[in-house]
Structure formats: C-alpha cells, structure tokens
C-alpha cells in the first residue's frame, strides 16, 4: 500500500486571485519579506499496488485524465510506503 | 408540448436549471428537467447543462460535473446531430469534459462579477444557434460567475475561427474577450453569459432569446452545423 500526495498549483502566468488575497492578509500582520507564489490544492491517497513507481504512473493517469487541467494546473507527486 | 424535445441536465448544485428550462419552454421546446446521474433520454434534440455550482465546484469548476452518464453520453449525442449548449457552469463543465478545448480560469481581476454585459456577435458566429442572428449584432445579456476567464496556451489563435460571441467590455479577462465558443460542429455553444435570464420582457431583455429560437428554427428546418 501506498501513500500518495498529490498537489497542484496554478501554472506560473496563470491568475491565481487566491495568492493574491492571501498575501494582502498576510501583508497586514506585518512581517515583510514573505511573497506567496501559489495557491493550491492537495490531494492525499491510498493505492493498492506493487511498488512506488506503479503507484506515481497510477497517479499520473488520473491527473491527465481528470485531476489536472494542463491549460492552468501543474502538479506534483510524492509516494510514500505505507507500512 | 409538440416542439423539439430539449433536455435540461441538473446536477447536484445547478441552480440556473429552472431558468434555462423556461427559456427553453419560451423558445418553443417541448423542455424537461433530466437528473445528470442518469444517461441522456432518448428522442431529444438538444441537451442544456445550466449555471450554478456543480458539486459545489470542488477541486475544479465542473470537473466532477464532467463525469456524469449524462455528460459521457455527449460526444455520441452530438456526433448523431444534436444540439448542446453549456451557461457559465454548463460552459465549465463541457471544457472539463472535453467537448471545447481551454480552460476556464479565475476572474481578473479577481472576484464574482455579476452585471449586465453587451456581447457583439461575430463573423464567426454560424451554425444552428446563430441562425436569428446576424454578424455585428449586439445582446444584452447578464453575467454572473467568478470563473470566466477562458484560457488557452496557445492563445486566442487556437479558438480564433470558432468564437461567436465577444465582449464589448471585457468583464473577466478572457483570452480575446471571448464570451462563448462553438466546437468544430458548430453544435456544441459554450457561453458564460445568461441568455435563459435575457428571455423575457420582464427580465429587462429577451436578446437571449434569439439564440434559443434560433437553435429551435434550425432544428425545425434541418439544418446542421
């Protein structure tokens, strides 16, 4: 078993008023130097399979067929075994 | 009813199906609400994905929608001469779902914009839902959404032969101010403005009107894309 983050992020370019928002907020408590680059999301799941590369090219299926919309999204996998 | 039987998808979170229903009912369709968990009915016409939240927008604005017997069942149906279109919502889910290419991203500048817009038609707008309707036309219709912003990493280049409809002041930031798409048919119209909400005096407009009636003409008198 297999533990899978996904996350995906605005591709750079693409408007993200999520990060904008948030580092307006951020701005008001005060501690300069802090730039928010993105705005994402994750996903966290299990997947029954033989080992962690089955487990990243699963993953990377669904994001082409569903999880990810490649005109605005980028994404990353990190696999972790379950033990 | 005797008119062209029209078929209004309403998913978990639609919340402009009643709207669309009644546009369609005032352009003459024999028009019906049909649960999006179920396949497209037989002997329709025309199939209507309406505005609203699908599944409450989660992880991406009509991705979940997408994958709905209805919305598998559209490829087939418009390859067999049917009509779709897709409001603002309905729009988000038939770019998740493949049937008109980019994306629909966050407003820019960013937040939920709704208002009145003027939309002008195009040299490129023909085809059933066009067929009231003539280049350098201009409708009133109203918006609201905070994900219009269509986008494509080609540019507006990729669309530029199939956009009917642009905005005379861009409300979004949309790639070449576009307001709707067409597929390659000609069948399948995606636009984030509302006409169904422009169909009646009332209403304060009934220039959506002409793209309901027209799409009805044209399936009166045959023709297709």
């Given at each position: ?49 033989d080992d962690a ?31 | ?84 279109i897709g409001v ?97 048919t000609g069948r ?38």
């Amino acid at each position: 078993m297999y533990r899978v983050d996904l996350t995906v992020r605005p591709r750079p370019g693409v408007k993200d008023p999520q990060a904008e928002a948030v580092q307006e907020s951020l701005q008001r408590l005060g501690r300069g130097g802090v730039s928010v680059s993105a705005v994402g999301r994750v996903l966290s799941m299990l997947i029954d399979c033989d080992d962690a590369n089955e487990a990243h090219r699963i993953t990377a299926d669904l994001c082409d067929r569903l999880l990810v919309n490649p005109n605005l999204e980028s994404y990353e996998i990190a696999v972790t075994e379950e033990s | 009813m005797t008119g062209p039987r029209a078929a209004v998808i309403v998913f978990p979170g639609s919340n402009g199906d009643r709207d669309l229903l009644e546009g369609l009912l005032a352009a003459g369709f024999d028009a019906f609400l049909h649960p999006s968990d179920r396949p497209l009915p037989d002997g329709i016409q025309l199939a209507g994905l309406p505005g609203g939240f699908s599944y409450g927008d989660y992880w991406r604005a009509g991705m979940l929608a997408s994958q709905e017997p209805s919305v598998v069942d559209l490829p087939g149906f418009v390859a067999s001469g049917g009509l779709v279109i897709g409001v603002c919502n309905g729009f988000q889910i038939l770019v998740e779902g493949g049937l008109l290419p980019g994306a629909l991203g966050y407003n820019d500048p960013a937040g939920f914009r709704h208002r009145w817009v003027t939309v002008e038609v195009t040299d490129q707008a023909s085809g059933p839902w066009f067929s009231a309707l003539e280049p350098g036309d201009r409708m009133l219709l109203p918006i609201a959404h905070a994900e219009g912003n269509w986008f494509h990493p080609d540019g507006f280049d990729a669309v530029a032969d199939r956009v009917p409809l642009v905005y005379e002041e861009n409300p979004n930031g949309s790639l070449g101010d576009l307001a709707a798409l067409l597929d390659d048919t000609g069948r399948v119209l995606g636009i984030m403005p509302h006409p169904e909400r422009a169909s009646h005096p009332d209403l304060g407009s009934t220039d959506g009107l002409l793209l309901l009636s027209g799409a009805h003409r044209s399936i009166l008198e045959g023709v297709r894309g």
